[in-house]
């Protein structure tokens, strides 16, 4: 049972614990799971409008894509591993690739 008097002492507990068990399942993929990398990433766009004064409304005129597209820095797995650096996320394929 948790001293709840303390609870940084828990807190990094817990931090620790959480750590432990993404790690292990970074180095351990499930065997019978499928494992292909993921991510999502986000660019911009600079949007202008035309002012339709009939309708009062606003309507698209131009998008102009204002940032290149980058690999996103955190990753995930369809096996459910979530949180992962490009680096961890090679560890796990390489470990699922071994297992197969």
Known sequence: ????????????QWK???Q?????AIANPDPDESHQIEGVA???YRVTFDYDAADDALERASAEEVDDLTDPELLSCA???????????REHMAAAVERE
Request: charged letters at 30%.
């Open 42 to 44: 986000q660019v911009t």
């Open 16 to 18: 620790s614990a959480m």
């Open 1 to 12: 049972m948790p001293d709840d008097s303390d609870p940084e002492a828990n807190l990094e």
């Open 79 to 89: 096996c459910g591993v979530r949180g992962m650096t490009p680096e961890e996320a």
């Open 20 to 24: 432990e068990e993404h790690a292990d």
